[in-house]
C-alpha cells in the first residue's frame, strides 16, 4: 500500500506573498536602498509605490477599515522577512515547555536572524486576537528587530490553508519588565477550559506576545532552518 507524505506546512509568506514577492520586493528594495533608508522603517516602506500597489492588491474589495493597519503591519513583516533571506526558526514540540517556563531555559549564544518568522509546534498555544470572539491557536509570529533596538513582533493566529485570511496582533517594544498576570496564574498558562490537561498555552496580552517574541529571539539561531 502506498502512502502519500504530508503537504509542507505554509507559512503565512507562502500562502500570501509568494505569488508576488518576487515582483514587488526587489523594487521596494532598491527604491529603500536609493533613499538609504533601513527595510525596518515602515514609513518609508508605506510610502514607497510599490508597496502602495501591493496593499491595494491584497485589500478586499469592501475594504478593511481599522484592518488596513494590520494589512500594512503583515506586508512590512513579510517584506523585511525577504530582504532578510526568508529564514524560519521551527520550535520543536520537545522544546516548548522550556520556551514557555516561568524561568526558561538558557540557550547557547550565537547570531539572531535580524529577521525570522518562528513557527510553533500546531494548535499549542491559543490567544483571543479578537475581543468577544473565540480563542485561536497561533501559528507563528514575525520577528524583526528595529534601528532603535526595540523588537517587532505579529503573531499569526488561526492560519490553515482552507480558511480565507487569518488574524494578526503586533506588540513593539523594548523586552518587558518582569510580567506577572492578574490573576496570578504564571505567563503563559492556559485559559481554555482543559488546557491544562491538554498541555495547552494561551496569550494573554500584548505583553506577553512580545515577550514571547524576545525568548524566540535569543533561541532562534539552535532552531533556524
Known amino acids: 500500500m502506498n502512502y502519500l507524505s504530508p503537504m509542507p506546512r505554509p507559512t503565512p509568506f507562502d500562502l500570501v506573498f509568494a505569488p508576488t514577492a518576487g515582483e514587488r520586493f526587489p523594487k521596494i528594495r532598491a527604491a529603500l536602498a536609493a533613499a538609504r533608508r533601513d527595510a525596518t522603517d515602515r514609513d518609508a516602506f508605506l510610502m514607497d509605490r510599490e508597496a502602495v500597489l501591493l496593499l491595494r492588491e491584497l485589500r478586499p474589495d469592501e475594504g478593511l477599515g481599522e484592518g488596513m ?21 521551527e520550535v520543536p514540540p520537545e522544546q516548548l515547555a522550556g520556551l514557555l517556563a516561568p524561568d526558561p531555559q538558557a540557550v547557547e549564544p550565537g547570531e539572531t536572524p535580524a529577521a ?11 490567544a483571543r486576537p479578537i475581543a468577544g470572539e473565540p480563542a485561536e491557536p497561533l501559528d ?21 490553508p482552507e480558511r480565507m485570511g487569518f488574524s494578526v496582533v503586533e506588540a513593539e517594544g523594548p523586552r518587558p519588565a518582569p510580567l506577572a498576570r492578574e ?9 481554555l477550559p482543559g488546557g491544562a490537561a491538554a498541555r495547552l498555552y494561551s496569550l494573554v496580552g500584548g505583553e506577553e506576545l512580545l515577550e ?6 535569543a533561541g532562534a539561531v539552535q532552531w533556524t532552518r
Open 69 to 89: 493597519d494590520q494589512l500594512a503591519a503583515l506586508a512590512h513583516h513579510a517584506y523585511v522577512l525577504w530582504d532578510a533571506g526568508l529564514v524560519t526558526v
Open 183 to 191: 490573576d496570578g496564574t504564571p505567563l503563559f498558562s492556559p485559559t
Open 140 to 160: 507563528g509570529c514575525f520577528v524583526h528587530a528595529t534601528l532603535a533596538g526595540d523588537l517587532r513582533v505579529l503573531g499569526i493566529f488561526g492560519l490553515h
Open 212 to 217: 514571547l517574541g524576545w525568548r524566540i529571539s
Open 116 to 126: 525570522h518568522y518562528a513557527r510553533f509546534p500546531e494548535r499549542r498555544i491559543w
